[in-house]
């Protein structure tokens, strides 16, 4: 009677034992993804497993053929390298790098893109290059080993270079890097791409044989200095004479690179050779002979000219001996052109006779300043008087330079003189006479008005005496606008009666802190007692402005539990359910809802777990499982 009992729980045993899974507990999808009723074997065209959208290892190419225990060593199917290296033998023996998908695909081994790999590596096959097979530069003797080879020219060329005999290269001193004279895209050596693009080989220049003039046979000490060719031409020159003329020994300043030396275009620019100095006879200006000596300034060659002019007398006035300054190199010295720009002649000073203010004859010592020709203009004015008002001697400070000082116009722009303070007599401002000392504050003309002003009293609310910082400049003071952007004056604090939040009757000293207001607001909530639950008594930091402190804005999500979100959502209707406490919020329990023995059964594989609601809010900080 015992013995059946015992059989059934041992056959119980036996089909647990053999319903355990092969794939260990980590494989958690269903049997069915791969397998079939009728069998354990694997049909790979009815496999439902995904392995491209639930791996990070996308089965392409001849992966797709690959049976899965070809990667996963063991039925866990867990820890098969993504890595080609660790699958794939590397037959290059690392002399390409582990990344076979730097040139291999997924497709086959065979590399299509050769050219474009090179070119990666910075060296593309082009030219005589592209016909190449690998062998021939990468000559190790396992014919996949790939060892870098250098970028450079000489290291495959180098018994190019020391064979090559017309010219000899070593000797001639030529550069190793082949490209400077042979170009990667050429199918040979030919000479015809030597790039000479440093000295052009152009005309006289444009010369077959290269010995004309790497005379020494060392190609590199070649001087590109007209005269390291030309010293015996220019020697030898005498219409004119380069050397006794001082001329310089760089041809091209003057000729071109034409057989023959002509034509020859001499360069004068630095000096322009225009109207009068068009000139054919070179030594009208040259007269020693010596083209390096001539100075370029008037006075070298005019100086005569200068002494000698009467009307008006150039030295007499002190004239600048630069005759550019008026005079164009137009023969006969006319037109001539004052260039008067640095005190323009316009209106009143439009002055036909230079004498009536070059009064001394020197037109060197006349002074811009107005005063020095109009001093007695100044002192006579009683209109008012300048002298006694402390007016600038600068004339343009107020006068243009009409005849009749008419219009002028008071440059009054440091305070402007806008409604109310657009007067016509100038005295009610300035008091004293002298314009010079009135003073541009407020308080200066308005210190009674300041002073009598009742609502509100001013003086007494310590309110500034800068007037502009609440007034316009309308008459009657009105409309004034308190500046009260510091403290928005919004919603529940737009008040009409500003005693109501200064109540010493001293604006200047009521603070902008909510708690100087609402310190009783603050003590007398209960709904939550804002008091014993040590809320700030910054009302800002949950309430508006809006009458009646609603809406609140608690942000419970983000600042400390999701209880608005998540699976909270809906969970509680007043916060005692989680703050059991009601005279400290900082103290809250998640066992009202979630209980111990539950919680315990959950948590029985945690390691340090502890039935405290600080550690459950350190594993589900949001409320969800971790």
Not at 158 to 176: I, K, R, V
Not at 431 to 441: I, L
Not at 503 to 530: F, I, K, R
Request: net charge negative; proline share 6%.
């Amino acid at each position: 009677m015992h013995r059946l009992p015992l059989a059934i729980i041992a056959f119980l045993w036996l089909v647990g034992l053999v319903a355990q899974s092969p794939h260990g507990p980590g494989l958690t999808i269903s049997c069915e993804q791969c397998h079939s009723p009728s069998g354990w074997s694997i049909d790979y065209n009815a496999l439902r497993f995904n392995h491209d959208r639930k791996t990070d290892f996308a089965l392409e190419g001849a992966h797709e053929l690959t049976s899965c225990t070809s990667c996963h060593q063991d039925l866990s199917f867990k820890g098969a390298p993504e890595d080609c290296a660790s699958c794939h033998t590397d037959l290059h023996n690392q002399t390409v790098g582990n990344d076979c998908a730097r040139c291999h695909t997924s497709q086959s081994w065979l590399v299509a893109e050769i050219p474009e790999i090179h070119e990666q590596n910075g060296f593309a096959l082009t030219g005589s290059h592209s016909n190449l097979s690998c062998t021939e530069c990468h000559t190790d003797a396992n014919p996949l080993n790939f060892f870098p080879v250098g970028n450079d020219c000489y290291s495959c060329h180098s018994d190019d270079y020391a064979s090559t005999e017309s010219p000899n290269h070593q000797q001639a001193g030529y550069s190793l890097d082949c490209t400077e004279c042979h170009t990667p895209l050429g199918f040979g050596w030919d000479s015809e791409n030597i790039n000479h693009d440093f000295f052009p080989l152009t005309q006289g220049h444009d010369i077959a044989d290269c010995t004309r003039c790497h005379t020494t046979g060392n190609y590199a000490d070649a001087s590109p200095d007209c005269v390291s060719c030309h010293q015996q031409d220019y020697l030898a020159t005498q219409d004119p004479n380069h050397q006794a003329a001082g001329f310089s020994t760089d041809c091209i300043n003057c000729h071109t690179i034409a057989p023959d030396w002509t034509p020859a275009a001499i360069n004068h620019d630095f000096f322009p050779l225009t109207q009068g100095h068009d000139i054919s006879d070179c030594a009208r200006c040259h007269t020693t002979g010596n083209y390096g000596d001539t100075s370029p300034d008037c006075v070298s060659c005019h100086q005569q000219d200068y002494l000698a002019t009467q009307d008006p007398n150039h030295q007499v006035s002190g004239f600048s001996t630069d005759c550019t300054r008026c005079h164009t190199t137009a023969p006969g010295w006319t037109p001539a052109d004052i260039n008067h720009d640095f005190f323009p002649l316009t209106q009143g000073h439009n002055l036909q006779d230079c004498m009536q203010c070059h009064t001394s004859g020197n037109y060197a010592d006349a002074s811009p300043d107005c005063v020095s020709c109009h001093q007695t203009d100044y002192d006579g004015t009683q209109d008012p008087n300048h002298q006694s008002a402390g007016f600038s001697t600068d004339c343009a400070t107020c006068h243009t330079t009409a005849p009749g000082w008419t219009p002028a116009t008071v440059n009054h722009d440091f305070f402007p003189l806008t409604q109310g303070h657009n007067l016509q007599d100038c005295t009610q401002c300035h008091t004293s006479g002298n314009y010079a000392d009135a003073s541009p504050e407020c308080v200066s003309c308005h210190q009674a008005d300041y002073n009598a002003t009742q609502n509100p009293n001013h003086q007494s609310a310590g309110f500034s005496n800068d007037c502009a910082s609440c007034h316009t400049t309308a008459p009657g003071w009105t409309p004034a606008t308190v500046d009260h952007d510091f403290f928005p004056l919004t919603l529940g604090h737009n008040i009409q009666d500003c005693t109501r939040c200064h109540t010493t009757g001293n604006y200047a000293d009521a603070s902008a802190e909510c708690v100087s207001c609402h310190q009783t607001d603050y003590n007398q909530t209960s709904n939550p007692n804002h008091q014993a639950a040590n809320f700030p008594t910054d009302c800002v930091a949950c309430h508006t402005t809006n009458p009646g402190w609603t809406p609140v804005n608690w942000d419970h999500d983000s600042q400390y539990f999701p209880i608005y979100s998540g699976r909270h959502r809906g969970e509680w209707s007043s916060c005692t359910e989680c703050h059991t406490n009601p005279n400290d919020f900082a103290v809250f329990s998640c066992f009202s809802c979630h209980g111990q023995t539950k919680t315990d059964e959950q948590h029985q594989d945690v390691n340090g777990y502890t039935y405290d609601s600080m550690a459950c809010l350190e594993c589900h900080p949001d409320g969800t499982k971790p």
